[in-house]
T-cell receptor, first 112, second 113 residues
C-alpha cells in the first residue's frame, strides 16, 4: 500500500521569508499524482499545487513551488514571500491507481 | 449555490444512536468520497462511490454505511455511533477515477458522547 510521510508536525517562518515543507512517499507505481492541500482554520481543504509523476518539470503556482524528486520519492513544497494568510495545516497527498492517500500534515505558523 | 455542501456542519450525538451525514454536489461529478480526519492521521478514506448505486470500501469502513441513489447525493450513516467515531468528516467529489482534483466540502464535526 502507498504511504505518505510528513516528518515535520510543525513549522514556523517569519513573514516574507521562504519556508519548505517536506513530504516523502512510498509506492511501486510508476504513474501517479502528488498534491499539496492547505487547510486553514475554517477546515476547508484547498488544493495548492499538483504534480504529475511523468512530468520532469517542477510545478509552480505563484509563490508556491515544489521540488519533485521521483527517484528519491520526495515531494517538498516551497512557499516564497510567506504571508499571514499562509498559516494553515498543509497536507501532502498521493494518488495512483488506488485512492487519495494523505500524510499526517504540517502546521505552518507565520510570525509577523 | 453551486458546489459541494455538507449538513449538518456540527453534530453531537450519544453512543448507540444512528446518525446520517449528508453530502450534496451540484457538478454531476461521477465520483464521491467520504473521509474522516483525526489528529495525527490526516484524512482517511471511509467509502467512495464511482456512480449512482456503485459504492466501495475505503481504508476505514467499519461502522459506516453509505448509499447513492442519486448522482448528486452521498449520505454517510453511522448505524450505532461510538466514541471512536468522533471526528471531522469530509465529503469530496471528482469527475473521474483518474488522479484529478477532488473538490472537498466544508466538513462536519461530529462528537459522540
Amino acid at each position: 500500500a502507498q504511504t505518505v510521510t510528513q516528518s515535520q508536525p510543525e513549522m514556523s517562518v517569519q513573514e516574507a521569508e521562504t519556508v519548505t515543507l517536506s513530504c516523502t512517499y512510498d509506492t511501486s507505481e510508476s504513474d501517479y499524482y502528488l498534491f499539496w492541500y492547505k487547510q486553514p482554520p475554517s477546515r476547508q481543504m484547498i488544493l495548492v499545487i499538483r504534480q504529475e509523476a511523468y512530468k520532469q518539470q517542477n510545478a509552480t503556482e505563484n509563490r508556491f513551488s515544489v521540488n519533485f524528486q521521483k527517484a528519491a520519492k520526495s515531494f517538498s513544497l516551497k512557499i516564497s514571500d510567506s504571508q499571514l494568510g499562509d498559516a494553515a495545516m498543509y497536507f501532502c497527498a498521493y494518488q495512483g491507481a488506488q485512492k487519495l492517500v494523505f500524510g499526517q500534515g504540517t502546521r505552518l505558523t507565520i510570525n509577523p | 449555490d453551486a458546489g459541494i455542501t455538507q449538513s449538518p456542519r456540527y453534530k453531537i450525538t450519544e453512543t448507540g444512536r444512528q446518525v446520517t451525514l449528508m453530502c450534496h454536489q451540484t457538478w454531476s461529478h461521477s465520483y464521491m468520497f467520504w473521509y474522516r480526519q483525526d489528529l495525527g492521521h490526516g484524512l482517511r478514506l471511509i467509502y467512495y462511490s464511482a456512480a449512482a448505486d456503485i459504492t466501495d470500501k475505503g481504508e476505514v469502513p467499519d461502522g459506516y454505511v453509505v448509499s447513492r441513489s442519486k448522482t448528486e447525493n452521498f449520505p454517510l450513516t453511522l448505524e450505532s455511533a461510538t466514541r471512536s467515531q468522533t471526528s471531522v468528516y469530509f465529503c469530496a467529489s471528482s469527475e473521474r477515477s483518474d488522479p484529478y482534483e477532488q473538490y472537498f466540502g466544508p466538513g462536519t464535526r461530529l462528537t459522540v458522547t
